[in-house]
């Protein structure tokens, strides 16, 4: 389906990440692939998503309500993007979450 998508026209497809052959769904997609983040997540299982889909050759994520509903919003989009943009691991993006989030209550 998002190959169909890139060609009719579709310039980025955004698709949910899946387990198993999630490379395979990206690597026959001729255009970038953003996953979707799908259902409310814990924090922790959220970023490890991320993370595999970015290792598995998505282009970007769009985590919602990942971010949105998480105890700490502002926290959790600073994890998203160490995962995506500094390639940080789920753990360490999780510990940086669990900082911020501290850190935030303090305001």
């Known amino acids: 389906a ?14 949910y990440f899946i387990e198993t052959g999630f490379e395979k769904v990206v690597a026959g997609c001729p255009v970038p692939i953003v996953i979707a983040g799908g259902k409310k997540l814990p924090e922790l299982d959220a970023l490890a998503m991320a993370y595999k889909a970015i290792d598995q050759g998505a282009l970007g994520v769009d ?3 990942n971010i949105f509903q998480s105890e700490s919003p502002v926290a959790m989009i600073q994890a998203v993007r160490a995962v995506v943009h500094n390639g940080e691991t789920p753990e360490k993006a999780f510990d940086m979450y669990e900082t911020l989030k501290g850190e935030l209550a303090k305001i």
């Open 2 to 15: 998002t190959r169909i998508a890139a060609e009719i026209g579709a310039h980025y497809v955004k698709t």
């Open 63 to 65: 985590m919602g309500r």
